[in-house]
């Protein structure tokens, strides 16, 4: 028999949009408040929209989108204010963390060399932004900015914000009174102060501290602020894929004799984190778009480098474009840790039937 | 007779307030049988936790194959070494193979090359009869497959005694059968076992001892024969009327 390719689409929305009345009357909906919005949007962002090189002026007279914005404006929104004629160089600093990240996204090479890559590849990207070495010009952090410095927060806060957290929540399980206190005072501390005060304490409070001549870097100073404000919440989710193993498991690695700390690294946290990776990419993904507050201590995120591209009078009335921009931007990060996260769940619970 | 491999000497342990183990005082010689038995909440369990120090005993002496436990960390690594355990939930570790679970404490605890890990943990999954499991993980196997690749993995690391904790309660009837053989054939290669179960039928089989404990108590201490058909005392012959006449 022939399959009937025909009634595919009819059996698909009868099955997904019209498979109750209340279902029925929400499809009708929708459908007419797209027939509303559809129109205007694609004759603004479409029909009318300004595209290629061009000035304000040219956008004004077309009346619809400002895309022209971008063309002109891409590099500052996404370099900051790093020397335009250097812009290769966090470029491909950005082309670095991506492949990086792509290779850590393959289970098959979740090795220890793994770390020694990344020691490595973080350490490349840093002379790369840096310079002062290799006969590149040496340009500080305060002018780095846009979707590398972006990327280099969120990516470094995680990464070591991640080991932190899973030390904190056994911290926080520990028999060890002491440790135990300091894991929860940490935890709770950290959780009831707003990350915008954590990042003002990091950059404002944390110099004061120091000896007279020692300044310690302001980026680095917010990625600190990042990471011991992330790794609180990530302990919290470690801690309850800890609780929900069961005692029997760490019995049987004790009776094999197994150390506490081979125990938990073969036996718990691989089955407690797999248990929580939909909080913890949240927390991640949470992270990566936090990092958009470091412009609150000066520096020039994303974000902050297209309100400052938004800054030339001319351009200004078309903020919406560049805000677009930088949203999908993010938006494509986000989406994909989030994918990311659904796969490898996914693949590492391969053995729950 | 030689020193007994394992030797509990009035031994005393509660839970908080609650006194669970009452002057225990227990030898087990080397290649023995014991099986203990009595009503649930009687203190089975803590007892032979005790031995391999999942459980703390407060007061009392117990010996293991020469070693004193004690809070000494090495003396209890050395005597965890030497005493393997079957739990009735077997705790099998889910995210590792069958292979996975037999090879990890040889290879990382023992310190064998994988290799030879591997070829010990073929033959003992032979011994157990499912070598042909031994790629996949423990939720694909039944009950009773998984407390066979329990028993096999507690005998990776070679040790002189075995401790068992009701290994056949968790399981639906007909597979109780294919567990108790694989344990029957440890006994009679000469295993010294401490085991916690209410099979009758395999405890008159295999048992040199019974021990019938009750309220923290032991309460008799009996060859099978006479355990059976002449129990002394009146708390074992009301358990056994029960555990026999259903
Ligand atoms: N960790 C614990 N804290 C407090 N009380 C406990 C603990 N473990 C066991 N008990 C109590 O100690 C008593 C003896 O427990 P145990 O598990 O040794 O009994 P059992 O003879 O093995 O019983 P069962 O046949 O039900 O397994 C029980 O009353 C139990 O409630
Ligand atoms: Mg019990």
Same mark, same amino acid.
């Given at each position: ?84 004629? +250097? ?8 082309? /670095?963390?991506?492949?990086? /990240? ?122 600190? %602020? ?31 004799? /197994?150390?506490?700390? +081979? ?50 009078? %001319? ?12 949203? /999908? ?12 996260? +659904? ?11 | ?62 010996? @293991? ?34 292979? $996975? ?16 890990? $591997? ?29 066979? @690749? ?55 089989? @295999? ?40």
């Amino acid at each position: 028999m022939k399959p009937s390719f025909r009634h595919r689409p009819l059996d698909w929305g009868r099955a997904n949009l019209f498979s109750s009345p209340a279902n029925s009357l929400l499809t009708v909906l929708a459908l007419a408040l797209l027939w509303q919005l559809a129109p205007p949007l694609v004759g603004w962002g479409v029909l009318r929209a300004s595209w290629g090189a061009g000035d304000p002026e040219t956008c004004r007279q077309a009346g619809g989108a400002c895309w022209t914005l971008l063309t002109e404006k891409h590099r500052l929104m996404l370099f900051g204010v790093y020397p335009y004629e +250097q812009h290769w160089r966090p470029l491909l600093a950005m082309a /670095l963390f991506v492949a990086l /990240l792509a290779t850590s996204a393959n289970r098959r090479f979740w090795r220890p060399w793994l770390a020694a890559l990344w020691l490595l590849t973080v350490l490349g990207i840093g002379i790369l932004m840096w310079g002062g070495v290799l006969g590149l010009v040496p340009v500080e952090t305060a002018q780095w900015g846009g979707l590398p410095l972006t990327l280099v927060i969120a990516v470094l806060a995680i990464a070591m914000a991640f080991p932190f957290s899973i030390l904190l929540a056994l911290g926080r399980r520990s028999d060890l009174p002491a440790i135990k206190a300091l894991s929860v005072g940490y935890i709770e501390l950290v959780r009831g102060v707003p990350l915008v005060s954590v990042l003002f304490m990091a950059s404002v409070m944390f110099p004061l501290f120091l000896p007279e001549g020692v300044t310690i870097d302001k980026a680095l100073r917010a990625l600190v %602020g990042m990471t011991l404000f992330t790794a609180a919440y990530l302990a919290e989710a470690v801690r309850g894929g800890l609780q929900a193993i069961p005692r029997g498991q760490f019995e049987a690695a004790d009776v094999l004799g /197994l150390s506490y700390w +081979q125990a938990m690294r073969l036996i718990i946290l691989p089955q407690a984190l797999r248990l929580v990776i939909p909080p913890i990419v949240n927390q991640f993904i949470t992270c990566f778009k936090d990092t958009s507050l470091v412009t609150i201590v000066g520096l020039y995120d994303l974000l902050a480098a297209t309100k400052a591209a938004l800054n030339d009078p %001319g351009w200004r009335p078309f903020f919406v474009e560049g805000y677009l921009a930088a949203a /999908l931007v993010y938006f494509c990060f986000c989406f994909f840790m989030s994918r990311y996260s +659904q796969w490898l769940e996914r693949e590492l619970n391969r053995d729950r039937r | 007779m030689a020193a007994p491999i394992v030797e509990l000497c009035d031994v005393n342990k509660w839970f908080g307030a609650f006194h669970v183990l009452k002057d225990i005082t227990l030898e087990v010689a080397k290649g023995e049988k014991v099986v203990v038995c009595g009503p649930s909440g009687s203190g089975k369990s803590t007892m032979i936790r005790c031995i391999n120090r999942l459980e703390e005993h407060q007061s009392g002496r117990i010996v @293991v194959d020469g070693v004193e436990l004690a809070d000494d960390i090495k003396a209890i690594d050395a005597v965890r070494r030497r005493v393997g355990m079957v739990f009735q939930s077997f705790n099998l570790f889910p995210h590792l193979t069958v292979l $996975e679970n037999l090879t990890l404490a040889p290879v990382r605890v023992a310190g064998m090359a994988p290799r030879d890990a $591997e070829a010990t943990a073929m033959a003992l999954l032979e011994r157990v009869r499912i070598p042909e499991q031994a790629g996949k993980f423990p939720g694909q196997l039944s009950g009773g497959q998984q407390q066979r @690749v329990a028993i096999a993995r507690a005998l990776c690391l070679k040790p002189a005694v075995m401790l068992f904790d009701e290994p056949t309660s968790a399981l639906d009837p007909e597979m109780v059968g294919e567990v108790l053989d694989v344990m029957s054939g440890l006994a009679a290669e000469g295993m010294t076992m401490i085991c916690v179960t209410h099979e009758m039928g395999f405890a008159r089989a @295999v048992a040199d001892t019974m021990v019938f404990m009750d309220e923290g108590r032991i309460v008799e201490i009996a060859p099978p024969a006479r355990f059976f058909d002449h129990p002394a005392n009146e708390r074992t012959k009301r358990f056994l009327g029960k555990i026999i006449g259903h």
